[in-house]
């Protein structure tokens, strides 16, 4: 083989080389640019689930919350891969069981009220309230839980602590929530029913100078019901029940 023959040989190489390294640097950035997407829906599903998720459970807001079980790893590992593939669906999917979820927990709740309170299960879960009726004389504050006199304080009279002690007009405390009882207790289908864990709907009127309030336990019947009123009457230390 002469030198101009291995020289040409060398040359040939030296392309075909050149060729193969910045041949596969190219496919190498192509697939660097195909695979960008990919991995920005990757990173970015989670935060696009979690707007959607937001925006679908908007409705129903259910305690049992699609938040909830999208960050549960064994409720999302029982989920279907086809569903998983579509962000959207699987927003709906997951809201959907939600909502399911609390419907069932809702009616094992209400079968348990039922179950301990008879007819008088809509009244036995609700948020403690408390209202007030006043006149020149008496402070009187009712709380809904029970329907009852959570406690009363006489404005002319004070403690003599307060009275000895405080240069403010403190009105003396006949007695509170935490050291009194008012309560019912009566038969209903051979249930036991105690007032005292009922909680009523009240709405205050005044009329002819007097302050009213109304405390309502409700039924599964809107016929029935068990109604207390408080009247209290101008310059009066009574209260009328």
Do not use: W
């Given at each position: 083989?002469?030198?101009?023959t ?24 192509q697939q ?12 970015s ?14 409705a ?7 938040k ?15 569903i998983?593939?579509?962000?959207i669906?699987?927003?709906k999917?997951i ?6 979820k ?8 209400k ?10 299960y ?14 020149e ?26 009275y000895m ?31 005292k ?45």
């Open positions: 083989m002469d030198k101009n291995l020289t040409g040989l060398m040359l040939i190489g030296a392309i075909l080389l050149g060729f193969s390294y910045f041949n596969t640097k190219e496919i190498e950035k660097e640019v195909e695979l960008a997407p990919q991995e920005v829906t990757k990173d599903s989670q935060t696009q689930l979690e707007e959607i998720m937001k925006h679908e459970s908007v129903s807001k259910p305690s049992i919350t699609s909830s079980l999208m960050n549960s790893p064994e409720f999302m590992l029982s989920v279907p891969e086809t998983k593939e579509d962000t669906r699987l927003a999917y809201d959907s069981v939600a909502t399911i609390q419907l069932v927990a809702e009616e094992a709740q079968n348990k009220l039922e179950g301990e309170f008879g007819i008088f809509p009244s036995a879960n609700a948020t403690q309230e408390y209202f007030t009726l006043e006149n004389k008496i402070i009187v504050t009712l709380t809904n839980k029970g329907g009852r006199i959570a406690n009363v304080k006489l404005k002319k009279y004070q403690s003599y602590n307060d002690h405080s240069e403010d007009s403190i009105p003396i405390q006949l007695f509170d929530e935490q050291t009194s009882n008012q309560s019912l207790q009566f038969s209903n289908n051979g249930k036991i029913i105690d007032t864990n009922l909680y009523f709907k009240g709405s205050t009127n005044s009329d002819n100078n007097q302050q009213t309030l109304t405390f309502v336990a409700s039924t599964n019947d809107a016929n029935k019901y068990l109604e207390y009123t408080y009247t209290i009457k101008p310059n009066s230390y009574n209260v009328d029940f």
